[in-house]
Every structure is written in C-alpha cells, then in structure tokens.
C-alpha cells in the first residue's frame, strides 16, 4: 500500500526502460502512479463486490420475482393461478428472462450508471428513489458521530497515554475500554432504556415526531436533534471508546521514540512537545485505522438504525430484509459498499498530505 | 552430566532426584514464563477468568437445570431446556418477571397456584411463555461455537493463504494481497446478507461460522502474511534454507514458533469480529429462527418490543452475557498484545 512496497518494483522497471518508447514509458508511469493504482483498487472493489452479488443468487438457483409474488400471495391470500404468468411478465420487464452474459452487461452498465432499479415490494418506485429518501439521514447521523467520535476518542486517547496527565484520568481507562468492546446496538438498548423508557426524557423511535411533515422550520430541526440523540450517543460512545485505546496506544509508544527525548532536551515546554511532537506523529496510525475500521462502524451504525426506528440506509435495508425485496437489497448494500469503498480512498490519497514521510510520487 | 548418568542403571533415590531436577529446569524455561507473564498481564487473566466463568456457569447450569420440571406452557413432556428449540406456538401469553424478583409482579396478574416458586425462573419468561434462563444457557455456547468455528477456520484458512503468497511470492501473492485488499474494505457482514437471503434456508449456528470465516479470512491474511514476509528475510531461516531443510520443516520448526503470537491474536481478534457479525447478522432477522443463540433472543427483542413492554429480563441477561463475552475477549486481546508486539514489554 505504502511506497515502499511497490518501491523495488518501479526501480526495476525504470531501469529495464531507461531508454525506452515515449508512450510505453507513458504507459507504465501511468500505472505505477499511486493515485491510478489506488482508484484501480477501487474499481477492483466495486467491480469483485458487484460481482459477488450477481452471481451468487445464480448459483442458488432462487427467483426472487417468484418467491416474492408467491410471499405476496400468501399474505393476501389471493388465489395463486396465473402466478407464473405474473412471476414471467415481471421478469421480463425486469430482464430476468435474457441469457446470463446479457444480465451481467445491463447488470453492469446499470450499475455504472448507479441505477439499481425497480423496487419489488413497491414496485413502480425505483430503488434509487427509496434510497434518495433514506440516505440522507443516514449521512447526517453518520458524519457527526464519526467526526465527533474520531476527535474525541482520539483526544481522550491522547491524555490517557501522556505520562505527564493528572493521576486520576487513568481511571477513566477501564471504562472506555469497556464502552469500546460493546457492540453499538447493546448500547443503544440500554440507553433506550434509561432515557427513553426509565426517565422518559427523550423519544424512543423515529427521527422526528410521528405528524410532523419534514421541512427547513426551526421546530422540525429541534425535532430531529432531539429524535437524534439517542442513536447518535450509542454509536459516540462505543467509537469514542475505540479511537481512545488505538491513540492511547500510540502515544505510549511515541514516547519511546529518540525525538521526545531530543524535544525535552531542547527545553520545549510541556505543551508544544504534547501537540507538535506526540501526537502529531500518533496520530498517523489512527488516520490508517479509520479508513480500515469505516466498514466495522458502519454496519454498526446500520442495526443502531434498527434499534431505533431511524429512516436511514439500515432501518430500510431491515425493511427491505423482511419482505426480501431483493432488488432494494441489492442497491442498499451496493450503496453502502460503493461509499465506503469511496471514502477508504479518499482517506488513502489525502494520507500524504497528513504525513509527509510519505509520497507517492515518482522519483 | 545429569543427562549421561541416567542412561546408567541408578538407584531410586538419584533417579526421583533427577526427575525433579529435570522438572524444575521445565518449570522455570516453560512454566515460570507464563505466571510471570500472567503476573504483568492482569488483563489477559481478567479476560480468561470471565471467560471461563461464563463456560463454567453454563456448563453448571445445563447440568443442573430441569431436565424433568413441568414447562408452564403445560407441556410436561418438555423439558426446560428444550422448550425454545421445539418452538411450540404460543399457548398462553404469561410473561413473568424473573421469579426471585418480589418488586415487579404486577406485570401480569396471575392465579394463586400459577405463582412460581422462588427459582423457577430465574430469569422470567418472555411473552410466549418460553424460559429466558433456558434460553440464555442454550444461546451462550451456540453463540461462542459460531465464534470459535469462524476463528478457526479463517486463522486456517488465513495462515495457509499467508504462507502460499510468501512461499511463492509472484502471481500467486499478488493475487492473494488483491484478494484480502479488496476483501477488506467490503463490509463482510453485507456479504453474508445476500448470501443468506439467497440461501432461503436458515443458517443452523456452524454453517453461520464456516460462512463468517469465508468473508473474514483476509484480516488473518493480511496479519500473518506481513509477519511471514518479515521472517523470511531472518538470518535463521536463510540459515535453515541453505542448510538443505525442506520447506515445510522450515514453515513448522522455524517460522511457527515465531508466527504463533500473531496467529493467536489474530484468532482472538477473529473471534470477536464474528461473534459481533453473527449477533449483527441475527438481529436483523437472518438467523436460525429455531435456535435461542444470543442474537436471535437480541431479534425477539427487539421484535417484541420488549423494552416498552417493560420486561427489563428479556433483553438485560442475554445483554450482559453479550458484554461479558466481548470485554472477556478484548483483555485476553489486549494482553496478548505484549507478545504479539515485544515493543511493548518495556512500558509494561
């Protein structure tokens, strides 16, 4: 991932091309580049996860046109002749009925288009649209609590190993190491508990009151944050809990480190070598663990929206689940992938800028 | 000299002197080094001590239970622990608090001689009238099973893909090192969603670990193939490979010992991540609906509604043994870290 993995490599091929053709030169530039190999693996991603989800329900053998129809049919107890005619003219429209090469191009190029669809259960709105409708609440829940979590585990991580901190917050270690190891939704129980059920200060589901109409009005807004707090505590915690003992970590090791010794030495005061020299180098490893530990807190995230009745991503992917729409299932798990897959790069290209020890360009 | 003189004929004294001797030079190189590490690791102590006694609580408590006592539902041939596994429908709607508890009867109202004795329900029931202490000591060690099953297989599966990529490098480790980046960043648990849901058929709780570990083998990849690049570049094993020993004597006599630290941590680590991606997994509704393991009873509560409802003992038990199974394994983690990571040992 880092330069010098891929570092031999390019040496030997800049010397094997030292002479070389303009475009072949070109060309292997291009490829040994970190920024195209990094969308490369990007693609990879989409394109291995994509293809996963294809094949996977062909092999089985399922139809989950018929399957649904038939679910359907129980439920209202309607009478099953003519389902398979049904289950056909869906399936056609759907283009379910093409030969399997055919499936996998539309599949494909609908996918590049990010168009998943029609929704099964609600069949004339497309997956798109429900998705449109959900994720923006997802979005919001998951940018503060992340952001927030990241910054205040990792300060709290930061004191916690500094040697110089009072005594007393050493106490505070036990707990948020047991805040970490619980998963999001056991917490999100018990907060429901104590503040929704025990003390009724706080709605207990939703995102804003069941009447309420979403609009831009201050009320809504005081709605929704009050609606929010209880999801977004569940998941704060347990992320503050995790940042604190990967930075705590870190910063008892860089305290090890030659420069601190250098730094106290030079007659720095206390404050200027805790910021600029300690955690400016611990929290590089916390940056990487974000981008591998996105996926982790957000399917945490997705059964916290379950838990609580939040309309974001999750709570309609657990919808979706029960009345296995399948299609709906599809474009929700390709859109938390593809945006995950999407943020780990992000994360991976501006890690230079953050740490200037490593670059990713040629030399 | 203790070594040439025992081949010889001895008297019984010289020989028990030996022995002890020999056991006390295995004591302190073998034995001493574990207390001692026990001693400056009170985390990894704490965690197994939990740990096993969550197991020794459910072993007990399976042993000791009912096997023989009437199930309220009025199923008499049923015993207890077998009341949420032959999933009768509902007979009646009694849910009752745990029966120790004095405070919290006016739940439900019920007839003088339906009033459990003081331990007849430890910890009450749930609205279809099923035992929650039966279930809970079925759930704990199905739930652990899928873990360990998940851990098992993808430590296998992991190490045997490290020593492939490091042992042939070229294709076939650009291929691996592919696989596990692009298995990484895909969330496994939305994987094993449309696995389930095209299966159709309920997941009994090892099929859940075995398709666990399918999707998260490539953490252990990744963590010991790093670690098998590293130690082939060792002067020792360089040593061993031009000395004439095969590959696999190298891969077990030389590379193991070394590798063990990691692989164990890597197994704890995996442990944990499946156990939370089965409860996950069930919560949403995708498990074995025949079977109590934790996260179905996590799924019934929720479905329920059993924190509105007020039955505090439907979702508190299966929630602490949830917690105790997770900080159990983040301290054994935490203390194995040490010696996965020698950096460490002077801070400690």
Redesign the interface.
């Known amino acids: 991932?880092t330069t010098s993995d891929n570092a031999p490599s390019t040496r030997a091929r800049s010397v094997a091309n030292a002479r070389p053709v303009p475009v072949i030169s070109f060309v292997s530039a291009f490829f040994s580049n970190f920024i195209v190999q990094r969308f490369l693996?990007f693609l990879?991603?989409v394109w291995?996860?994509a293809t996963?989800?294809f094949v996977?329900?062909r092999?089985?053998g399922?139809d989950p046109v018929k399957?649904k129809l038939l679910l359907e049919a129980q439920r209202g107890g309607s009478v099953q002749a003519g389902m398979n005619e049904m289950a056909k003219e869906y399936s056609s429209r759907l283009g379910l009925d093409l030969p399997i090469y055919e499936q996998y191009v539309n599949y494909m190029t609908d996918l590049a288009q990010l168009d998943f669809g029609y929704s099964i259960a609600y069949f004339p709105r497309t997956v798109n649209e429900i998705i449109a409708d959900s994720i923006i609440w997802s979005i919001g829940l998951m940018t503060v609590t992340l952001t927030l979590g990241f910054v205040l585990g990792t300060g709290a991580g930061a004191l916690l190993g500094w040697s110089r901190s009072p005594g007393w917050l050493s106490y505070a270690f036990m707990p948020l190491?047991?805040l970490?190891?619980?998963?999001q939704?056991?917490l999100g129980?018990?907060l429901?508990?104590i503040f929704?059920?025990m003390l009724n200060l706080l709605p207990?589901f939703g995102a804003y009151s069941p009447g309420n109409l979403p609009e831009w009005s201050l009320g809504f807004i005081l709605d929704v944050l009050k609606h929010s707090i209880l999801p977004a505590l569940s998941i704060l915690f347990s992320a503050v809990g995790f940042w604190a003992i990967g930075m705590r970590?870190m910063m008892?090791?860089t305290q090890?480190e030659d420069f601190m010794v250098q730094a106290d030495a030079k007659g720095l005061n206390g404050a200027r070598i805790f910021v600029r020299y300690a955690i400016r180098n611990a929290l590089l490893p916390q940056v990487t663990g974000l981008a591998?530990s996105f996926?982790?807190l957000?399917?945490?995230a997705?059964?916290v929206e379950?838990?609580f009745q939040f309309p974001g991503l999750g709570n309609t992917?657990?919808y979706a689940?029960?009345v296995?729409d399948?299609f709906q299932?599809?474009g929700i798990?390709m859109t938390?992938?593809i945006s995950?897959?999407l943020a780990?790069m992000v994360i991976d290209l501006v890690y230079p800028l953050i740490d200037p020890r490593v670059k990713y360009t040629q030399n | 000299m203790a070594r040439v003189a025992s081949a010889r004929n001895l008297t019984m004294r010289t020989r028990v002197r030996l022995a002890r001797r020999r056991f006390g030079i295995f004591y302190q190189e073998r034995i001493e080094p574990i207390f001692s590490y026990g001693r400056r690791n009170p985390s990894l102590i704490v965690g197994l001590g939990m740990l096993g006694a969550l197991l020794f609580f459910t072993v007990i408590g399976m042993l000791v239970y009912g096997r023989t006592e009437p199930h309220i539902t009025g199923r008499a041939q049923d015993s207890r622990l077998d009341a949420y596994v032959s999933g009768g429908a509902p007979v009646q709607d009694k849910r009752l608090p745990p029966s120790w508890c004095t405070w919290c009867e006016d739940i439900v109202e019920l007839e003088a001689d339906e009033k459990p004795s003081l331990f007849q329900y430890p910890m009450g029931t749930d609205t279809q009238s099923r035992d929650l202490f039966a279930t809970n000591l079925r759930g704990i060690p199905l739930t652990l099973g899928t873990g360990l099953i998940a851990g098992l297989l993808s430590v296998g599966i992991g190490t045997i893909t490290a020593f492939v990529a490091a042992y042939y490098r070229g294709v076939p480790d650009v291929l691996i090192r592919l696989l596990t980046d692009v298995g990484i960043s895909i969330p496994g648990l939305l994987i094993l969603i449309i696995i389930r849901i095209q299966l159709g058929t309920e997941l009994v709780w090892w099929q859940l670990g075995a398709g666990l570990a399918a999707v998260g083998w490539v953490f252990s990849s990744r963590t010991v193939r790093s670690q098998v690049l590293v130690l082939r570049e060792q002067p020792y094993v360089e040593i061993a490979r031009q000395s004439g020993m095969s590959g696999l004597a190298i891969i077990f006599r030389e590379m193991m010992p070394n590798l063990i630290p990691y692989i164990t941590a890597s197994f704890v680590a995996s442990v944990a991540g499946s156990i939370l991606a089965s409860i996950g997994l069930e919560a949403l509704g995708l498990g074995d609906f025949s079977s109590p393991s934790l996260g179905m009873t996590v799924y019934w509560v929720i479905q329920f509604g059993a924190i509105t409802l007020g039955m505090w003992w439907w979702w508190l038990f299966p929630l602490v043994f949830i917690v105790i199974i997770f900080v159990s394994l983040f301290l054994i983690s935490a203390g194995l870290d040490e010696w996965s990571n020698p950096r460490l040992r002077r801070q400690a």
């Open positions: 991932m693996l990879l991603t291995v996860a996963v989800i996977l329900p092999l089985t399922q399957e190491l047991t970490s190891a619980i998963p939704y056991m129980l018990v429901m508990f929704a059920i207990f970590g008892i090791n090890g591998i996926g982790t957000l399917t945490g997705v059964l379950v838990l992917l657990f689940i029960r296995s399948f299932i599809t798990v938390i992938i995950l897959a780990t």
